[in-house]
């Protein structure tokens, strides 16, 4: 499983789904999943609040993915420009089995075409860009998080850790789920 690394990505949409499945893979290596992070280039990469973090791969020497977790951030906007960007998502797209996104993630799988006719979600405050990349997209506001299939897209930030732990239900059970969730302490409960 791999968890992509961009400038400008937003810290929890890739620490949080970091956390969640690293503490899974760690605990239960018999699961036979792992997960690590890559960049274009495999170099550093600084998140859209300051944090600077050291990809595990590149795309060139990165292993093959079962899983890709694409974060959302104001880094996702270039991406949408960015000819090669979008060609690396299609390829991926046609080689990993399940394609995840947090947040605005979403908005670089709408303009590769990942979102055609399917529903989604993504960031509140990004649902109408969603929708303009792609007007076939089936918006789920409500929804923490959807999963169609091959395809699963969370809404914003801390979203993306309610989606992890989807995925570890989806692919290694409920019971799986649950001890991952009760080690890291997830319980959200607002204080405010």
């Not at 239960?28 to 170099?43: I, K, M, N, Q, T």
């Not at 890291?184 to 607002?190: E, G, T, V």
């Amino acid at each position: 499983m791999g968890i992509l690394l961009f400038d400008g990505f937003e810290e929890l949409d890739a620490v949080g789904p970091w956390e969640v499945l690293s503490t899974w893979t760690q605990g239960h290596p018999e699961d036979g999943y792992a997960v690590f992070c890559l960049s274009r280039d495999g170099g550093p990469v600084t998140g859209a609040k300051g944090l600077g973090v050291q990809a595990h791969h590149s795309y060139a020497d990165a292993p093959p993915l079962e899983v890709l977790v694409y974060p959302g951030g104001h880094g996702t906007r270039t991406h949408l420009s960015d000819s090669a960007q979008m060609d690396w998502v299609r390829s991926q797209r046609s080689t990993v089995p399940l394609m995840t996104s947090v947040c605005t993630g979403s908005l670089v799988f709408a303009a590769a075409g990942l979102l055609t006719s399917r529903p989604a979600t993504t960031h509140w405050s990004a649902l109408p860009e969603l929708l303009q990349l792609d007007p076939t997209i089936e918006l789920r506001p409500d929804d923490r998080f959807v999963d169609d299939g091959d395809v699963v897209t969370a809404a914003g930030v801390s979203a993306g850790i309610d989606m992890a732990l989807h995925l570890v239900d989806r692919l290694a059970g409920t019971e799986r789920a649950r001890e991952v969730r009760r080690d890291i302490q997830y319980d959200p409960a607002p204080p405010v």
